[in-house]
């Protein structure tokens, strides 16, 4: 790391050169991102039903439809239908159109003065008179087809259902449509009282506008609030713009890298270059403090630049790289949307890390300011000193008392979690005020609702349903279909039979139902179209479609009812029909479950990746858990909030526990890498935590602040999903700051930390390792003993050891002598050995757990490693070949102790 940085600061020309020159490359890139509206991203991929699902579209024809509403007291009044005509004659010649259905152009089949009339029910463009007009209102309106679907229950709302071509090869083709459609409403202005367009090509062009915005507004707000956050920290200005440089840097390294990959924008991608500005600019911070702290020690760029690289040890990388996991562990996830937010922000936060640390040195050496900026009034800093006693004050109140509040706090939220639904439903992703959800409401409030999905009955044999008993089946369904509470409206081609039927039988009600005789059936079928009957059965009659239209907004309903269906399905229908449901809809909302195995799984991955690195950095199973709580206890109150307030798990807030794990482990681990270092300095656990939330609780918290402040920008996009993603991770990094400053020091209080990078950097003297204690050791399981233990210095006649104490530790004299004096019972002081360095001693008392059986005192000034039966408890359970090591080794010399002593008392005798 550091040589990185000073690399950089030397060859600083080159580096801009490069850094310039990458960008460029990306910058050239960037054209090829596209904006992707569509549904796709949000079902599972590479999932076969959706194979199925183009196969069958294919057969019964697309369901990308969009509906003109129309609403009017008088919708049946001869201007009216003039104006709706004129629209119709637009629509009728635009050549993205493959299909029209209206009230007026639908099969009237009807009873009527002793005959049968099957006809159009009006043609608009040659109206008959009034009277027939009317007639055909109430015909439209009786027809079960019909009603609820083109026409609503009083005749006073209608719909135009128009099926538009897929183009995908045509850029911005749903806004194209959606935007021509609109022009072509013209007529209708001054004349229907309520008219609009909704569905299919509207919602993405919506989309789209939705997501431009969204872009428009959230980058300068969070460049905004990164800027503010960083000059009110700093106090520079140039400290302020240089994250923003790299920031700028890094949006455009990631948008290069979008489009050379080819992942579009799309509703949670469009959220990416807001993250990475404040995500991003916290090592940014970090490295500007320290090079204004090397200012302050010698005004010159060289020395600060290289003071700085020396402060920048092992947590900018660790933390750098844990949120980096965070991000990373959604690529596991099997929704493209999230895989592809995975993906684009791992590779913007190591863009933003690569520059950062070649840019930001390079940079300094070219312009850095030579002054440190003068912190002309410490108030907030007494702010920070607040903060850190208060936190300190709950700790030591009483341990156990704060511990126990903290569970039960943490439990009794995160029992919401109990009450958290998933939903992956793309309609709940725009706010119930957008005009999106506003027309959605309307229609659904006459029409039967503007949300579809199939049912697909295939019997398996050509004719199948020109056959009473197939089509009594579907009938059967649909019937069920109609009576639940569930769906609005649901036609199967059983109701275009059994309408023939009723209207054979003089219109009587009764008779709405499937005839028993084959050849009536055959019959009946003669008096359609094929484009009549297209869309609910297929050409050879072998399989059926049953278009159910609801308006249920959310997966979890949609899944009970569709549930509740197959229930129903099982136990009463032809169990030798193969039935399956599809359509956008059921691929998008099946797609739901995956993102919560998704969710369990980045979070799994997330919390193994961090308990793996900090059990191996700290060389402790413990120090690896002890990171981990006070991070886990936000996303209990995340997630039971969510249970509690009814929000949805759905793509955006599916992120939020892996993401914020990710980077509020950030300040844990600078905590405990301080504490580690205080640790060793103070050598009083208690003194050592004081001193580390005294210090790091600037940093802390105001990279808390920032990443908190970042992530409430959010809450200003037209997405709920990336809302609630803003406004929860704000809550989890706030909630994280607490838990870092009152559950961390608690914890920490419990434990002693060693990392690996001491063991790397200790250097002990030849006599250490040569010492018989460490004999058959390798040199770094001599390091980890080592450095279990505490250094402690004795100045010249003072006592190491005092006979009669009772104590459990023993010394390893690195360096000095010490002697053995034992007190007789008639108070004489018999001197027994002397001590020198290499050699141990107070081994007795740590083995027997007996008083000291002698005393030692420092001939000459001593330096000793103190070693206490805890640590050594705790590293055999670690590490248990060490200990026994040590302790074979202890017993050897026990043992040649004890045949000295033996010799000089039977020499006495
Ligand atoms: N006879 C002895 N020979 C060598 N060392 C001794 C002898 N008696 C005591 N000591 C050391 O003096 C230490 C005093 O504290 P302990 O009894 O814990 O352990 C003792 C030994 O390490």
């Not at 020091?745 to 010492?771: A, E, G």
């Not at 420092?858 to 026994?884: G, H, M, Q, V, Y």
């Amino acid at each position: 790391m550091k040589k990185l940085l000073i690399f950089a600061k030397n060859n600083y020309i080159a580096v801009l050169i490069v850094i310039f020159i990458i960008t460029l490359s990306f910058a050239s890139q960037i054209p090829k991102v596209v904006i992707d509206p569509s549904s796709d991203g949000f079902m599972i991929k590479g999932d076969p039903e959706k194979t199925y699902y183009e196969k069958i579209i294919k057969e019964f024809g697309s369901d990308n439809r969009m509906i003109i509403f129309l609403k009017d007291r008088n919708l049946f009044s001869e201007d009216k239908i003039k104006a709706i005509s004129e629209v119709l004659e637009k629509l009728e010649k635009y050549k993205y159109i493959s299909k029209i259905e209206t009230v007026y152009n639908q099969k009237n089949i009807k009873w009527r003065d002793g005959g049968l009339i099957t006809e159009d029910f009006l043609d608009p463009f040659n109206l008959p008179s009034k009277e027939e007009i009317l007639q055909a209102k109430r015909d439209a309106i009786e027809n079960p087809i019909l009603n609820s679907n083109l026409i609503n229950k009083d005749g006073t709302a209608m719909a135009i259902n128009i099926i538009i071509e897929k183009h995908p090869e045509i850029k911005s083709y749903d806004t194209l449509v959606s935007k021509e459609i609109e022009s072509f409403l013209k007529p209708l202005n001054g004349v229907i009282e309520e008219y609009f367009q909704i569905g299919g090509p509207y919602f993405k062009k919506s989309l789209v506008e939705y997501i431009i915005k969204d872009q428009i507004k959230l980058v300068p707000l969070a460049v905004l609030v990164l800027f503010i956050v960083v000059i009110i920290s700093l106090r520079s200005f140039y400290g302020a713009l240089s994250p923003l440089v790299t920031a700028g840097l890094s949006v455009i390294w990631t948008f290069g890298f979008m489009g050379l990959i080819g992942i579009p924008i799309n509703i949670i991608t469009v959220i990416i270059p807001a993250l990475i500005i404040v995500i991003g600019s916290t090592e940014d911070i970090h490295m500007i403090s320290e090079y204004f702290e090397g200012l302050e020690h010698k005004q010159d760029r060289h020395f600060a630049i290289e003071f700085m690289a020396n402060k920048m040890g092992i947590a900018i990388f660790l933390t750098a790289f844990t949120t980096i996991a965070g991000f990373s562990s959604i690529i596991t996830n099997d929704i493209t949307v999230l895989k592809q937010f995975g993906i684009v922000t791992t590779f913007g936060l190591i863009a933003n890390f690569i520059i950062t640390v070649f840019y930001t040195p390079a940079m300094l050496r070219l312009r850095g300011p030579l002054k440190a900026p003068t912190h002309s009034d410490r108030s907030d800093s007494n702010i920070f000193q607040k903060i850190a006693n208060l936190g300190l004050k709950i700790v030591y109140f009483n341990r156990g008392f704060v511990f126990g509040v903290v569970v039960v706090i943490t439990v009794a939220i995160g029992f919401g979690m109990n009450f958290l639904r998933i939903n992956n439903d793309t309609i709940s992703y725009f706010k119930k005020t957008s005009e999106i959800r506003l027309r959605a409401d309307i229609v659904k409030e006459h029409l039967a609702g503007a949300q579809n999905f199939y049912i697909v009955v295939d019997a398996g044999k050509p004719g199948a349903f020109k056959n009473p008993h197939y089509l009594k089946e579907i009938y059967k369904i649909v019937n069920h279909l109609n009576e639940t509470k569930y769906f609005s409206k649901s036609i199967g081609i059983s109701d275009f039979i059994a309408l023939v039927n009723q209207e054979m039988n003089e219109g009587n009600k009764k008779f709405y139902v499937i005839p028993e005789s084959k050849e009536l059936i055959a019959q009946y079928y003669l008096l359609f179209h094929r484009k009549d009957i297209e869309n609910n059965v297929n050409a050879d009659f072998s399989k059926a479609n049953i278009i159910v239209k609801h308006n249920l907004t959310s997966s979890y309903e949609l899944k009970n009812a569709i549930q509740e269906v197959q229930n129903y399905i099982k136990n009463n229908i032809d169990s030798s029909l193969k039935i399956k449901f599809t359509g956008e809809n059921v691929l998008v909302n099946s797609a739901a479950d995956t993102i919560a195995i998704g969710q369990a799984w980045s979070i799994t991955l997330v919390l193994f990746i961090i308990f793996f690195i900090m059990s191996i950095l700290f060389l402790n199973i413990k120090a690896g858990l002890l990171s981990l709580i006070p991070n886990i206890i936000p996303i209990f109150f995340a997630f039971g909030t969510m249970g509690y307030f009814g929000i949805d798990l759905n793509v955006g807030t599916a992120m939020i526990a892996a993401i914020s794990i990710g980077i509020a482990v950030d300040d844990t681990i600078h905590l405990m890498v301080r504490y580690n270092s205080e640790l060793k300095r103070m050598n009083d656990q208690d003194l050592a935590i004081q001193e580390t939330i005294h210090s790091e609780v600037r940093a802390v918290v105001s990279t808390s602040i920032a990443l908190t402040l970042g992530f409430s920008v959010l809450v200003l996009s037209n997405f709920l999903p990336v809302i609630h993603f803003g406004w929860l991770s704000a809550m989890v990094m706030v909630i994280a700051l607490f838990a870092d400053l009152i559950i961390t020091p608690l914890l920490l209080s419990k434990t002693r930390l060693i990392t690996l990078w001491d063991m790397l950097n200790i250097k002990l003297k030849q006599s250490v390792f040569n010492s018989v204690l460490f004999e058959g050791m390798k040199k770094w399981q001599i390091k980890k003993l080592v450095l279990s233990s505490k250094m402690k210095e004795f100045k010249e006649g003072e006592y190491i050891i005092k006979q009669g104490d009772k104590e459990r530790t023993f010394y390893l004299l690195l360096d000095g002598k010490a002697d053995v004096f034992r007190n007789t019972e008639n108070g004489e002081s018999i001197k027994i050995t002397t001590f020198e360095d290499g050699q141990f001693f107070g081994e007795i008392a740590l083995c027997g757990d007996i008083e000291r059986t002698a005393n030692v005192v420092a001939k000459t000034n001593c330096l000793t490693l103190e070693f206490d039966w805890e640590s050594l408890e705790r590293i055999r359970k670690f590490l248990p070949n060490i200990t026994a090591k040590f302790f074979m080794n202890l017993s050897k010399v026990m043992s040649i102790r004890l045949k000295e002593t033996t010799e000089k008392i039977t020499k006495g005798v």
